[in-house]
T-cell receptor, first 112, second 112 residues
């Protein structure tokens, strides 16, 4: 049982480049979320989804797009990377409200 | 918007000593999570509290949610080096059970 899988684990981008961070879960969870973690800032919610076809903005959505075409996948897109997006990104999934959130191992992104 | 305040931000404790980490919300919580993160790694679920006055324990870690459901404390008894890491509280805002908002975390160091 893989749980929540994030790819890639590490990535270096040049300013202005685009890329997609992948997140997949095999637990048939309805809720999925993307967070970024910066030193001293804890986890900040970027976007989240309560099911296929449904997404909503979190605390820091600017510069990021998401889509949820399947229950399993929730990719995060950076359309034009900026140095301020240098961070560690975590994807999480939950079966539903007030249940344990399972986290991926994170993607460390550096934008130069 | 929901805000979570964790205190202290950082804590250095002698091995074997007890310690407490607090998490305070500006609004009533629907649910409260505690997670632990080893430096540079993913998040480990500790426990979730939902009812006012609820208390849960896992090994030497005890967490409690106050009656008003606006403050939670995490207590570690007889700390060990394995307890070192970042402790994060996450809240499910009242009325919105589809997302989890996290505090900035408490860094715990254990001195041998």
């Amino acid at each position: 049982n893989a749980g929540v899988t994030q790819t890639p684990k590490f990535q270096v981008l040049k300013t202005g480049q685009s890329m997609t961070l992948q997140c997949a879960q095999d637990m048939n969870h309805e809720y999925m979320s993307w967070y970024r973690q910066d030193p001293g800032m804890g986890l900040r919610l970027i976007h989240y989804s309560v099911g296929a076809g449904i997404t909503d903005q979190g605390e820091v959505p600017n510069g990021y797009n998401v889509s949820r075409s399947t229950t399993e996948d929730f990719p995060l897109r950076l359309l034009s990377a900026a140095p301020s997006q240098t961070s560690v990104y975590f994807c999480a999934s939950t079966r539903g409200a007030l249940t344990e959130a399972f986290f991926g191992q994170g993607t460390r992104l550096t934008v130069v | 918007s929901q805000e979570l305040e964790q205190s202290p931000q950082s804590l250095i404790v002698q091995e074997g000593k007890n310690l407490t980490i607090n998490c305070t919300s500006s609004k009533t919580l629907y649910g409260l999570y505690w997670y632990k993160q080893k430096y540079g790694e993913g998040l480990i679920f500790l426990m979730m509290l939902q009812k006012g006055g609820e208390e849960k324990s896992h090994e030497k870690i005890t967490a409690k949610l106050d009656e008003k459901k606006q403050q939670s404390s995490l207590h570690i008894t007889a700390s060990q080096p394995s307890h070192a890491g970042i402790y994060l509280c996450g809240a499910v805002p009242s009325g919105r059970d589809d997302k989890i908002i996290f505090g900035k975390g408490t860094r715990l160091h254990i001195l041998p």
